[in-house]
């Protein structure tokens, strides 16, 4: 009788500590929807938006890639550094990619310089102040800007390694913009409202993902660093 008893009790002990799991599990559960619910659209493009007004500088390695979709595959990943500056109305960019092969991109002055020194060639092209602003997409992005031109709707939060992202997504309005890419998604972390990502897709079904590390914001950038100087012989496309 005595065993019976005990073995009554810890049964009944087992299914109250099942039962105690299983509201502290809810709470938890629940505790973590409250605090993300209202973490919507709105929330991140405010975070956004005052990132965005606050940076004058950035600077940050990136890596990229292509997805080709005719062979459902990605292409070589490119490494480098990107540098951006924002001086009232201007914009000065640098992008020096640095694997597999040296690139270098100069946006200042309403031009672009691109260099390929292993090809001994250099594209120098007039660039309007309108189609700089997309290729820094969601960096130094002025959000009225963005709203003009794109409609922009919220895809959910995701983990992008230690941080918290929620993701806009960017769907072009006119018909020139949607020539460039069909759909842009921005992974704005949750706590800074930095872009850690970008996805690029194409009208194609090709995608581009483009990752930044170890960002750094507003040091001092000085303009020289935006200079780029073309050897003789080289062979100037314009």
């Known amino acids: 009788m005595k065993e019976r008893y005990l073995f009554h009790t810890e049964v009944l002990k087992g299914k109250l500590i099942r039962k105690i799991i299983v509201e502290i599990a809810f709470f938890l559960i629940l505790g973590s929807f409250l605090f993300t619910a209202g973490r919507g659209k709105n929330f991140y493009l405010n975070k956004f938006s005052h990132f965005n007004n606050k940076l004058k500088t950035f600077k940050a390695n990136f890596i990229q890639k292509k997805y080709i979709n005719i062979i459902e595959d990605f292409d070589e990943p490119q490494e480098g550094k990107i540098f951006l500056k924002k001086s009232g109305k201007n914009l000065f960019l640098k992008r020096v990619v640095e694997k597999p092969g040296k690139i270098f991109m100069i946006v200042r002055d309403g031009k672009v310089v691109v ?75 949750s706590k800074t409202g930095m872009v850690l990502r970008q996805k690029v897709i194409e009208e194609n079904g090709d995608y581009i993902l483009l990752d930044f590390k170890d960002i750094k914001v507003n040091l001092r950038l000085k303009n020289s660093i935006f200079k780029l100087k073309i050897p003789s012989g080289v062979d100037i496309i314009s």
């Open 115 to 189: 260099y390929y020194p292993k090809r001994g060639q250099a594209i120098k092209k007039n660039f309007s102040k309108s189609k700089s602003r997309y290729l820094t997409l969601g960096i130094g992005s002025d959000l009225k800007s963005l709203e003009k031109h794109f409609v922009i709707d919220f895809s959910g939060e995701k983990r992008l390694g230690k941080h918290t992202c929620g993701i806009l997504m960017l769907t072009p309005k006119g018909e020139k913009l949607k020539s460039y890419f069909k759909k842009i998604f921005l992974w704005v972390d």
